[in-house]
């Protein structure tokens, strides 16, 4: 072993943990003095420098290099000292090859991101300059160019190494790059992409403890770059924000900036506005401990933000409202609670505060912090929530809101930043969150440290397994390098039984906890060695990660990765009156939408997390990656501080020392032989071989740099300093020959220029030479014809003047001459023609009524004999029942016979028509002048024929734009609803693929012949010629025969629309018989004259009116609408519209659903010839050349069956029909749809698209299997499964597809969102141009909204699209009707059963009741009345509540002072109440009230006989209602509680607060008409009874209570002592007793029956009846009268007895006062304890107590259990010690004591006890709260 020679100045490595520098100082008597890195100073024998602990540094480690890929030292020492070098001399960026290093220096650097050096690296290639981030972001922008590719630049590294900062100055480089190609300005969208920085950090990045300036979440910005190299667009994915950190950080950590920036850079007026104080008030934001921090301004921060939003576009109202929302978070921090009987609120003025900012009813919100809402029976009870259930609710709203306020704020900056369909290529920059580990790691921890190690995975890949392999393959010469593959680390997180698995299955398990979780973990991966299990039992687990072990915590692992928000809160949301907090929870879904499914997977945080990940992975795997290694020198943040081991651990777990590594050794520009000679072919010019190879390898020979290069097989391998060698030398010798041909070209256009000069003077001095003589010829000739004029005019003259004089006197006479006959014969031809007129008309209707009757006639005499016949012939059937098949045929043959004597007549009836006719028509101008006559009185006739003038614009209904697509299907266009819209199988509008074919064998054809064949959607199309029209078919004439007499025949003809001209032929490509311009049509009719005539078309033109039937109903819709389009379409604009592809005028087609195959064949008379196999034949076609062969194969090949395999669902299921038909298919889902399958490897049979619309129905038990319904639209599907779960799993996943769809927008939602944002003027034109939202008499043909597919509702089978167009059908008659009350009744009643169509109604009134002419005619206000009622009981969607809220307000602004206007006041006085959803349709009371702008009285009944009058509006609840019976009554009670009843009898029913008073009303109506039932108003729940200080009116209100308790037998005493109560009562009530009064006993005393009477009354109910037998019924019928006899009588034994007793109590009472009788009443009752409570039957479940039949008693301060009759108590429990309350299951009541068991009874009474539970405790709080 050798020794280190060195001297005095050299440089040293000296071994130790890593290798450090040292410097020799001095050497003397045998020592080298060495000054280490850190000026320690060691003394080191010179016979102890053996090469094993010393090295002699290279010189390049001693300068420092920009490359580290250049170091002569390879190990972490050189590299630690080579980055601390540059550190210390302020460069911070180290390249590895083309890998940048970044140091964060914590301090700015003057100069280093200037315009200079901007401008510097701009325009230098890579290792040009001192390393930059600017040269990789211009690496990436020149390759852009250079390779074709999209290029992406990742940024990593730890937590507060500088990634935010790297990712900026990149957009900013990028940007300015950008601005070169738009003369040095920065474009819009660069501004805007600039502007989001701000904003994202705001409200994505916090102070932690590792960085001021923290991300806390992911982000991956692309820019898209035009070919010319300016940024036209961009998009920002953004992956797991923290939502937690907005209601709680660590210590010495802040929330996220926007907080601080909104508190501190507030102005004053919007402080006050807002209610902002200091923060320190806040909790959210001040109790980790720090508010502010000196390294963060947050005012200027502020300004930068609003600026930022003024860039993006967003108006100072939304960005108000966005202030406001944060402002409700901070309030919403500040909510506490406290244990009393569940969770309460401690202070309700921050609840107000958030109420107030949010825009919610504080009630609700109250309501939805402290309860848990659930629905049991139709029946809506809350339960309330412990104080952590309370507190954890309040924060799951916090961070609900905020991340969607995140989500809308990106996905704005998404449509502000968006780019055009066309880009040339993009540059990626993903900037995501560091490697974190805390002192306690938690949830989100694991998922950043789970995405950092993806990170590193793909890191590792492209540095170190892709290049090695790749050098492998290439055949160069390389020794492999060993770097650290956390592949183990990633499987142990991803496996099947891995971390990621394991808490996702634990997260569905509704019962799984944290701790179970935790065990399967230990259990699963405790043997894995990147797994760590703590010795301690615990919470937590470790992984060792790629950066080092961390410890988790997995308290609340599953809690956040359910990210669990309950529905009731969700639903709280999105009932803010706010449109902007509802637009940000208009997506979230309730868990009980689309079906009853539970937790569904791929539905967790985690798993979500996991799938954008793989997105994001395979975006960057399409890109050219570049990668900037961030490091941090310290974990203080200080500047000017390098720390060894922090840098030297970042390192390591990096793999920096085998990046350098492999850098150095390797080859990083790989380019094919092929390409490297197209690059470099000026380069390449003196060599003259033609192999690629060999000229490749000739030329780098001769550069005499060996190292910097090697051959492979296909590719050349260089280094990156060779490549910018060969780059610089391109770039110089393709400057030469620039500058040689734009020396020649300058030559050759300098000649060219003195050649032209030469040839302009020549032409010059011709020109002028020629002007010069012709000047002088002209001269003289217009001197000699001047000379002539005058001679010839002066003789002209005279000539004229003679003539002029005689001819004016020969025309007077003519003239008047003329006038006089022509007048005379024009009165005579007006006379006749106006006789011949009338006198033709009264012909043709006579012989047209002469016509109608004799076939009525006709038709009558043959039904007849038909009749009669057939009589006749079930006669003989049944005499000769042998002889039967013999008959049949006879009757068969005679009824031919029959069939053609009637043809033979009707051909005779036809020929003396026409005979008849003949000498009625002299002439076709005759008859269609009169027909033309009678036309245009058509508005005088029958009612019945309606709208005779249609509207010009009906039927532009919902066709789409040509770039509307269908929802979620790509390129499939989709046409709303109407007969071209989607059809079963969801058929594309637009042909995908058509041309010219030959065919041969389709349909009956023997040889080839060329066919125009059109593939569309699923089928394939195939016409005799090309389909270049835009309608085509037949259609039956009116006319066009040769006789006259003929043309009232109805022939049959084609028909094909070309632009303007409508051609009818007698057969299809036959020649022409006529035209008709659609330019020249008056009218285009659709009702005939006749009423029976359906399917009408009459064209009306100057000359005539051309009368067209249609085959059927649709192609009669389709024909009037497409002719009605093109009569009003400007010529200009006809190019725009779509062609119709008509399948009825195919020859034959094929249905791609049947497609077995399809694929290439050989044919001896034909070339390029090709077969399709369907299920019962095959097709053979020839192409005009292989390409096209090749692309319709393409086309028409069925599904690659390796799709099947790929899908997200697939197995055997039954496709059902009926009972006895089924068939069995292998069934696939996939993201596009259903595909069904003969086999699981066999030919398709079928497939369905699935977009937004579809529905799924619950499984049900059908024909022995679980059914699920698929509606599509026109049709449904049902399948069957064999078992419950397996059907179940089928419509969840189906369910699941549906809604991942896009929601579909039809075109008139689009035009409604258009009129919120236009301007009166633009809003007028928006109504006249589109037919469909506004007021018109014809029924519309397709809803106006999208409605989901399926049945109407469960007993309706009638399609939702079908109910709505019919439900616009009966708006037409209610136009009409006499009763319009019942109608809006009627209408009303539907819409409860089916309210999916509550939207389409509104929109429909809102459609008949815009835009109106006469807005005071009687029909449009009957549609006001009817929109009111509607408005008075159905709440629409938001959307269509913006859109009714426009409507009215528009009517209110332009039409005040008229009828209309009071209509539409009334609705906004409606809309601002906020009417609720009804439960029942309004009273016709009701309706006629609201139909004339009225209130409704009621009556409200009260103890005593009183009766109160209230006016109820459909907005008043039963609490206002309560309130304003108070106030008339002068009531002011503080504390007790009066609520109204519904009293059925003797029954009470409390009415909830919210409960609308109408709705009660309508309840009366409908449910219990002819029952004697009322609205009640008295005591329930009862606080305050001091009798002596009650108020006289609230104490006859506990008075009357406390009798009506007695009355009901809930008051315990004995029967003497409730006898003499009862006789208080009778004194009470009618005064001194009287021996004749009389009375009903059960008004003042409950009787009751003694068991033991019942129990022997009732007994030997079957003795004496023998054994069953004959008369056994009629003998249990008498006995059970007998018995009923026996009980009446029994019951009046009794009450004649207490009857009796009461008389004598009340004869002492005489001369007692009402008053006096009253107070002695109250006060032998207040002895009871529970005196004024409410009292219960229950039935105890346990066994705690003996007795089973018990009284709860619920109290103002506690809940007792009673035994019934009894006055002790068994148990007391107050408020305090209830932790819970509520019904468990229908009719049982639970109630959760603290340290005892749960106390459970059965009850009807379980919801009234509920309530006034809840009453009781609101009321306790509110009295608690009053005296802090």
């Known amino acids: 072993m050798g020794l280190v020679e060195v001297q005095p100045g050299g440089w040293l490595w000296v071994k130790g943990d890593v290798w450090l520098p040292g410097e020799v100082l001095s050497q003397s008597a045998g020592q080298l003095s060495i000054k280490l890195d850190g000026d320690e100073v060691i003394k080191v024998p010179s016979s102890d420098l053996k090469t094993e602990n010393y090295a002699v540094m290279h010189g390049s480690s001693v300068r420092g290099v920009p490359d580290m890929a250049s170091l002569g030292d390879l190990h972490e020492g050189a590299i630690l000292y080579n980055l601390k070098q540059r550190y210390f001399n302020n460069k911070i960026y180290t390249y590895i090859g083309s890998i940048l290093v970044a140091v964060n220096p914590y301090k700015p650097i003057s100069g280093l991101y200037s315009n200079e050096n901007l401008e510097k690296y701009s325009n230098a290639f890579l290792g040009e300059h001192d390393p930059h981030i600017y040269a990789i972001a211009n690496e990436a922008f020149r390759n852009i160019w250079k390779s074709g590719e999209s290029q992406c630049v990742l940024i990593s590294g730890e937590s507060g190494a500088g990634k935010t900062e790297s990712t900026k100055m990149i957009l900013d480089f990028l940007s300015a790059q950008s601005a070169k190609k738009t003369n040095g300005e920065k474009s819009q969208i660069s501004s805007r992409i600039l502007s989001s920085s701000p904003i994202l950090e705001a409200f994505g990045n916090a102070k932690t403890v590792y960085n001021h300036n923290s991300s806390r979440f992911g982000k991956f910005i692309q820019l898209y770059f035009s070919s010319e190299g300016e940024i036209v667009g961009g998009n920002i994915s953004h992956y797991l924000l923290e939502k937690n950190r907005t209601v709680g950080q660590n210590p010495d950590e802040r929330n996220y900036h926007i907080f601080y920036q909104l508190l501190i850079g507030l102005t004053d007026p919007l402080k006050s506005k807002l209610g902002i104080t200091d923060p320190k008030d806040f909790r959210y934001v001040s109790e980790a401990g720090c508010v502010r921090d000196p390294n963060l301004e947050d005012k200027d921060d502020f300004k930068a933000v609003t600026t930022a939003f003024e860039v993006m576009g967003l108006s100072g109202e939304t960005v108000e409202e966005i202030l406001t929302i944060l402002t409700g978070i901070l309030y919403l921090g500040n909510v506490k609670f406290y244990a009393d009987g ?53 924060d799951s709203i916090t961070m609900a809101l905020y991340s969607q306020l995140f989500d809308w704020i990106i996905q704005r900056i998404n449509n502000r930043i968006k780019a055009p369909k066309s880009v040339h290529s993009s540059i990626g920059v993903l900037d995501i969150f560091g490697f974190e580990n805390f002192q306690i790691n938690r949830f989100e921890q694991f998922n950043i440290n ?118 009731d809160l969700i639903q709280l949301l999105k009932d803010s009156k706010s449109d902007f907090i509802y637009d940000l929870f208009e997506g979230v879904k309730l868990s009980t939408e689309g079906g009853n499914r539970g937790k569904k997977k791929g539905n967790t945080v985690a798993s ?106 296909t590719k050349i391998f260089m280094k990156e300093t060779l490549e910018n060698t060969l780059e610089q030398e391109r770039i110089a010798v393709l400057g030469k020959a620039a500058v040689m041909i734009q020396k020649h070209w300058r030559a050759v256009l300098a000649r060219a220029m003195v050649k032209k000069r030469l040839a302009r003077i ?69 006379r006749l023609r106006k006789e011949q007129q009338e006198q033709e008309a009264e012909r043709i209707r006579i012989q047209m009524e002469e016509e109608e009757a004799a076939r009525k006639r006709e038709e009558e005499e043959r039904r007849l004999r038909d009749e009669q016949e057939m009589k006749e012939a079930i006669i003989r059937v049944e005499e000769l029942e042998q002889q039967r098949k013999l008959e049949e045929q006879r009757a068969l043959q005679k009824q031919r016979l029959l069939e053609e004597e009637e043809e033979k007549r009707r051909e005779e009836e036809r020929v003396a028509a026409e005979a008849a006719a003949a000498e009625l028509m002299d002439d076709e101008d005759a008859l269609n002048e009169a027909e033309a006559e009678m036309l245009r009185h058509l508005d005088d006739l029958d009612e019945a024929i309606k709208d005779a003038a249609i509207d010009e614009d009906i039927d532009e209904w919902w066709d789409l734009d040509e770039d509307d697509e269908y929802p979620g299907s790509g390129d499939d266009t989709f046409s709303e609803f109407g007969d071209s819209g989607i059809g079963d199988e969801e058929i594309s509008a637009r042909p995908i693929h058509s041309g010219y074919l030959r065919v041969k064998d389709v349909g009956k054809l023997s040889r080839w012949k060329q066919k125009y064949c059109i593939l569309q959607g699923d089928s394939l199309l195939i016409f005799n010629a090309k389909q270049d029209y835009l309608k085509s078919g037949w259609m039956r004439k009116k006319g066009g025969g040769k006789g006259t007499l003929s043309r009232r025949n109805w022939l049959p003809r ?24 659609l330019r020249h049509a008056i009218k285009i009719l659709e009702h005939s004259l006749d009423k029976n005539r359906n399917n009408y078309i009459g064209i009306v033109t100057p000359e005539r009116t051309f009368e067209l039937i249609a085959e059927d109903e649709p192609e009669h819709k389709s024909w009037l609408r497409i002719l009605r389009e093109v009569n009003r379409t400007p010529d200009e604009n006809l190019h725009l519209m779509k062609e119709e592809v008509n399948p009825r005028n195919a020859v034959a087609s094929i249905e791609l659903l049947e497609l077995e195959s399809c694929h290439r064949v050989e044919d001896k008379t034909e070339n390029h010839v090709f077969c399709v196999i369907t299920n ?95 509606h599509v639209r026109k049709r449904s599907y049902l399948f069957g499964c064999k078992t419950y779960e397996d059907a179940l799993n089928w419509t969840e996943e189906i369910t699941d597809v549906i809604l991942g769809k896009d929601q579909f927008q039809t075109r008139t939602e689009k035009l409604v969102v258009e009129l919120r944002n236009l301007h009166s003027d633009e809003v007028d034109e928006i109504y006249r141009s589109n037919p469909i939202l506004r007021y018109t008499k014809n029924p519309i043909m397709a809803p106006i909204l999208a409605l989901p597919y399926g049945p109407s509702s469960s007993t309706n089978p009638k399609r939702l699209q079908d109910a709505a167009v019919d439900m616009y059908k009966q708006f037409l008659m209610y136009e009409g009707t006499p009763t319009p009350v019942e109608f809006i009744e009627a209408v009303l009643g539907q819409l409860f059963e089916t309210p999916h169509l509550i939207d389409e109604l509104y929109c429909q009134l809102i459609k008949q009741t815009a835009y109106v002419k006469d807005v005071d005619n009687p029909q449009n206000l009957r549609y006001w009345m009817f929109l009111l009622c509607v408005l008075a009981t159905f709440t629409p969607s938001r959307k269509v509540l913006r859109y009714l809220k426009f409507h009215v307000q528009r009517c209110t602004q332009r039409y005040s002072g008229t009828e209309m206007y009071k209509s539409a006041v009334y609705a906004e006085g409606l809309i601002a109440a906020g009417v609720k959803q009804r439960e029942f349709v309004p009273s016709r009371e009701e309706i006629k009230k609201i139909m004339f702008l009225k209130d409704m009285p009621a009556v409200v009944q009260c103890y005593g006989g009183w009766n109160c009058k209230i006016m109820v509006t459909p907005t008043l609840t039963a609490r206002l209602a309560v309130a304003r019976l108070l106030s008339g009554m002068g009531i002011k009670s503080k504390y007790n509680k009066y609520a109204l009843f519904e009293k059925y009898g003797q029954v009470y029913k409390v009415i909830e607060d919210q409960t609308l008073i109408a709705d009660v009303i309508a309840k009366f109506e409908r449910k219990h008409e002819g029952e004697e039932c009322c609205i009640f108003f008295k005591l329930f729940a009862v606080v305050e009874f001091n009798i002596s200080r009650c108020d006289p009116l609230e104490l006859v209100f506990l008075y009357e209570l406390t009798c009506e308790q007695i009355q009901r037998g809930m008051f315990p005493s004995d029967k003497v002592s409730l006898a003499e109560l009862a006789a208080l ?42 054994t069953l037998g004959k008369g056994t019924i009629r003998k249990l019928k008498d006995l059970y009268i007998d018995n009923e006899r026996e009980d009446e009588l029994l019951a009046a034994e009794h009450e004649e007895k207490a009857r009796n007793t009461i008389n004598d109590f009340w004869k002492t009472k005489n001369g007692l006062s009402k008053g006096a009788a009253q107070q002695e009443l109250l006060k032998i009752a207040t002895r009871w304890l529970a005196f004024g409570y409410g009292i219960f039957d229950v039935e105890l479940v346990d066994t705690r107590f003996r ?67 809840k009453t009781y405790i609101s009321i306790m709080v509110r009295r608690k709260q009053q005296n802090r």
């Open 608 to 713: 979500q997390f996991k799938d954008s990940l793989s997105s994001l992975m395979q975006t960057l795997s399409a890109s050219n990656p570049y990668f900037v290694r961030c490091v941090k020198p310290n974990a203080q943040k200080q500047s000017n501080d390098f720390r060894n081991e922090m840098m030297i651990n970042q390192l390591r777990y990096s793999g920096m020392m085998q990046t350098v590594v492999i850098r150095k050794s390797g080859f990083p520009v790989r380019r094919l032989y092929s390409d490297f000679t197209a690059r470099y072919y000026p380069l390449l010019a003196s060599i003259y071989t033609q192999v690629a190879k060999d000229k490749c390898c000739l030329f780098l020979t001769k550069l005499e740099r060996p190292k910097e290069w090697q051959a492979g097989k």
């Open 450 to 567: 789970f995405a950092n190690e993806k990170l590193q995975q793909y890191f590792n890949k492209h540095i170190f397994s892709l290049e090695q392999l790749e050098y492998n393959q290439e055949g160069i010469s390389w020794t492999d390098i060993d770097w650290c593959d956390n592949a183990g680390c990633i499987d142990l997180i991803e496996r099947k039984m891995g971390v990621l698995s394991i808490i996702d299955e634990e997260s569905r398990f509704p019962k799984g906890t944290d701790k179970s979780m935790l065990d399967k973990l230990h259990g699963a991966n405790e043997k894995n060695e990147f797994y760590i299990k703590p010795k301690v039992a615990g919470t937590d687990f470790g992984i060792r990660h790629y950066a080092g072990h961390v410890v988790y915590n997995t308290i609340g692992f599953l809690e956040k990765n359910r990210g669990s928000f309950r529905d």
């Open 1054 to 1077: 084609f028909f094909v629309l070309q632009e303007t001209m409508l051609t009818y032929y007698d057969t299809e490509g036959g020649e022409a018989k006529g035209q008709i311009n």
């Open 1625 to 1666: 009562r009778c004194q009470y009530l009618y005064g001194d007793y009287k021996p004749d009064k009389t009375y009903n006993v059960s008004d003042v005393y409950h009787v009751v029956i003694p068991k033991q009477e019942r129990r022997a009354s009732a007994g030997g109910t079957l003795r004496g009846l023998g």
């Open 1176 to 1270: 019962d034949r095959v097709h053979y076609f020839s192409a005009e050349d292989s390409e096209e062969m090749f692309r319709w194969i393409d086309l028409l090949s069925p599904q690659d069956e390796d799709l099947k395999h790929s899908a997200l669902r697939a197995g055997y299921v039954s496709l059902v029909k009926s009972k006895l038909i089924k068939r069995k298919v292998y069934m696939t889902l996939t993201e596009k749809g259903i595909e069904m399958y003969k086999r699981r490897e066999g030919a398709g049979v079928g497939k369905i698209s699935l977009h937004s619309l579809c529905v799924v129905s619950n499984p049900e038990e059908r024909y022995g299997e679980f059914c699920f319904h698929v």
């Open 762 to 830: 020549v032409k010059i001095q011709s020109m002028i030479r020629a002007h010069i003589y012709r000047r002088h010829f002209l001269r003289t000739r217009q001197a000699t014809l001047i000379f002539q004029r005058y001679i010839r005019g002066h003789l002209a003259r005279q000539v004229v003047a003679e003539m002029w004089a005689e001819k004016c006197a020969q025309l007077e006479a003519e003239i008047a001459a003329q006038k006089e006959a022509f007048e005379a014969r024009k009165r005579e031809m007006e």
């Open 1747 to 1813: 007795e089973k039949e018990l009284w709860l008693a619920v109290g103002h301060n506690d809940v007792a259990i009673y035994p019934r009759e009894k006055s002790i108590p068994l148990e007391v429990y107050t408020y305090d010690s209830i932790v819970g309350f509520g019904a468990t299951e229908e009719n049982v009541f639970k109630i959760t004591i603290e340290g005892q068991s749960p106390l459970e009874m059965g009850t009807q009474d379980f919801l009234e006890i509920s309530r006034l539970m």
């Open 342 to 394: 569940g969770a309460q609120i401690e202070d309700r003025n921050p609840v107000e505060k958030v109420a107030q900012h949010l825009n919610l009813n504080m009630e609700q919100l109250t309501e939805g912090l402290t309860h848990n809402k659930r629905v049991m029976r139709g029946e809506t009870f809350l339960s309330p929530l412990t104080v952590e259930q309370a507190e954890t609710s309040r």
